[in-house]
């Protein structure tokens, strides 16, 4: 299994450019989670999806919007990117609301 | 979710146990605690949890206080590459609780 998979693994946005930060388990996990961790800090929840066609917003999901078409791919969109954005992104997966979290090696993203 | 209460920073000698402690004083019944460690800036790796029994696998121990208020980590036989910023979580599974800042664990050789 390559478990939680994460492209690009480094991006730099000009101020205003959208994008799309890729995400895929091969673990046939439910739960599906999208992080972002700013410098020294921890991480905070953006978005989530307990199943394909469901999504529930996270605590900071403003910028940002997802999609769960399938079990494998959940796929965060930044429209208009701004500096505050500028952060590491985590997808992470897990089997049922209790099993542990596998965790993607992350996205850094620059918005310049 | 229950907050969780951690210290910044620890540091623990190499091949010495390396003792993490975390306060949930406000956990209710269902939640279950959770650590997970974070080395340098990959992604962080989940360790162990528990509900109200002690647990241990190949990685660490989790002690957990008879009322649930506090619990501890134990990696028992610490290693440079136990070096790592550690969380504890508690949840009951419905989280949009965010991960903490932790505790930055520092192994001294």
């Known amino acids: 299994n390559a478990g939680v998979t994460q492209t690009p693994k480094f991006r730099i946005l000009k101020i205003g450019q959208s994008m799309t930060l890729q995400c895929a388990q091969d673990m046939n996990h439910n739960y599906m989670y999208w992080y972002r961790q700013d410098p020294g800090m921890g991480l905070k929840l953006i978005y989530y999806?307990?199943?394909?066609?469901?999504?529930d917003k996270g605590e900071v999901p403003n910028g940002y919007n997802v999609s769960r078409s399938t079990t494998e791919d959940f796929p965060l969109r930044l429209e208009l990117a701004a500096p505050s954005q500028t952060s590491v992104y985590f997808c992470a997966s897990r089997s049922d609301m209790w099993g542990p979290k596998v965790f993607g090696p992350g996205t850094r993203l620059t918005v310049l | 979710d229950a907050k969780t209460t951690q210290p910044p920073s620890m540091d623990c000698a190499e091949g010495r146990a390396a003792n993490l402690p975390c306060n949930h004083s406000t956990i209710s019944g269902n939640e279950y605690v959770y650590w997970y460690r974070q080395i340098h800036s990959q992604g962080p790796q989940y360790i162990i949890h528990g509900l109200k029994n002690n647990e241990t696998n190949e990685m660490a121990s989790l002690i957990i206080t008879e009322d649930r208020k506090s619990s501890t980590l134990i990696l028992p036989h610490a290693t440079l590459r136990d070096t790592a910023v550690y969380y504890c979580?508690?949840?009951?599974?419905?989280?949009?609780?965010?991960f903490g800042t932790g505790t930055r664990l520092t192994i001294i050789p």
């Open positions: 979580i508690v949840t009951d599974g419905n989280e949009k609780l965010t």
């Open positions: 999806s307990v199943g394909a066609g469901i999504t």
